[in-house]
């Protein structure tokens, strides 16, 4: 594929989707919310694997290639973008793959800390209560309790993302991870996008921050799920309340492994909100 190659992925509700609203004001960009790529990427590997009798014929490179043409396939509809994000929270799963499919990408991580991706969730269930969501199976009996515990579950949105999380942050191919914070994006963009961009190797742009425009309304519905990727126009910091119950809450307010000394002395890239 003849575009330079980057991926976006992470913990869910942790500003993936403002992310990549923000990258595409760059006219040389294109991003946009999980793509179908990594669902195509997965299943192409099935197809290619032992569970395929046929596949015996097929060696390695025609493996990679064949893999490749998932996305040379799905991005040579944006002729005139030189730089792709694909986003998608199972990449972290899949870095030795890419590593060598695109020896020169980088995986932009967006990262929240746990205890308000939960609240985040919840509070889009509570706003939407005669929907019923498919991230939850459009079961009508939950609570707030069985919710989340769903969510953080090893196949949970949420559990499985932070599963593969931690994979590649503790695996050979971290020094490729970037880590970017809710907070910092929300509080502080363009210092977190010049960080970024000085990571990727690409002259800066000067994004509008006061003007992002996103819209995934037809995607949300269809999941039962109305706002899940809305993106408010102007990028800022709104401190609330959790809706969650005390307890609930604090089980999982110090998951955020990224942010404490011993991780960040490991020296990977992490854009963390200006202290105070």
């Known amino acids: 594929m003849d575009k330079t190659t980057h991926f976006i992925s992470g913990l869910p509700r942790s500003g993936s989707t403002l992310l990549s609203a923000i990258l595409r004001q760059n006219p ?41 043409g998932v996305f040379t396939g799905v991005y040579s509809a944006y002729p005139d973008k030189d730089v792709v994000f694909d986003t998608n929270r199972a990449w972290n799963s899949k870095l030795p793959a890419l590593a060598q499919m695109f020896p020169e990408a ?44 769903r969510l953080a579950g090893s196949d ?33 963009p363009e210092r977190t996008l010049r960080a970024l961009y000085d990571f990727i190797g690409e002259p800066w742009y000067p994004h509008d921050f006061n003007n992002v425009d996103y819209d995934a309304r037809d995607f949300d519905m269809a999941l039962g799920t109305p706002d899940l990727h809305t ?38 890239p992490t854009v963390l909100p200006e202290p105070g």
């Open 28 to 68: 040389r960009f294109h991003a946009g919310m999980s793509s179908p790529v990594a669902s195509l990427f997965m299943a192409m590997q099935g197809a290619t694997s032992r569970r395929n009798e046929t596949a015996v014929f097929l060696n390695e490179e025609q493996k990679i290639e064949l893999l490749r």
């Open 106 to 149: 980088k995986v932009i991580c967006c990262v929240r800390n746990v205890a308000w991706i939960m609240d985040s969730i919840e509070r889009l269930i509570r706003a939407n209560p005669f929907e019923l969501s498919g991230i939850f199976g459009y079961e009508p009996s939950s609570t707030v309790f069985t919710r989340v515990s």
């Open 231 to 268: 993106v408010r126009r102007k990028v800022e910091w709104k401190p609330r309340k959790t809706v969650l119950p005390p307890d609930l809450f604090e089980h999982f307010n110090h998951d955020a492994f990224w942010a404490s000394p011993e991780m960040l002395a490991l020296g990977i």
């Open 156 to 188: 949970g949105l949420v559990g499985y993302a932070l599963d593969a999380l931690r994979e590649a942050y503790f695996g050979g191919q971290s020094d490729r991870l970037f880590l970017v914070s809710y907070e910092a994006l929300v509080q502080d």
